[in-house]
C-alpha cells in the first residue's frame, strides 16, 4: 500500500512509519498551508509535523503502529492544496520528475565514477 500511495503522491517520502513532503513555497502559501493542514489534520485526527526553513515548508506525518489510510489521505490533501496554491500542472510536475531524476543520476555517476 505505501509503495503504490507514494507513486501517487509527488514528491513525497516515506517509510512504514511516516510520510514527509518538502514543499518551495513563500510565506503567504505557508500561512494558508498551515490553515488548510490545521483542518486535514482534525478531521483525520492526526498531529502532523510543520516546519518552516529557508523558504521551504516540511510537512510531515508519523504513525509508530504503521503508514495507514489516514495518513495516505492527509497526504494526498495536502498535495493537493499545495498545487493548486503554486498553480502546478502534471505537465510542470513531469518536467520536475524528470530534472530531478537525471541530476540523481548524473550525481551517482559522477561519484562512482570519481
Do not use: C
Not at 483525520?44 to 495507514?68: F, I, M
Amino acid at each position: 500500500m505505501l509503495k503504490d500511495a507514494l507513486e501517487q503522491l509527488s514528491g513525497w517520502t516515506g517509510d512504514t512509519t511516516g510520510l514527509t513532503r518538502t514543499l518551495p513555497i513563500d510565506e503567504s502559501q505557508h500561512a494558508d498551508l498551515t490553515e488548510r493542514i490545521k483542518v486535514y489534520a482534525d478531521t483525520l485526527e492526526l498531529r502532523p509535523y510543520v516546519r518552516r526553513n529557508d523558504g521551504t515548508t516540511t510537512v510531515s506525518v508519523r504513525n509508530p503502529d504503521g503508514v495507514n489510510a489516514n495518513d495516505i489521505a492527509f497526504a494526498a490533501r495536502v498535495e493537493d492544496a499545495y498545487r493548486t496554491m503554486a498553480h502546478i500542472t502534471d505537465a510542470e510536475d513531469a518536467t520536475a520528475r524528470n530534472s530531478w531524476r537525471l541530476t540523481t543520476w548524473w550525481s551517482r555517476r559522477r561519484s562512482a565514477t570519481g
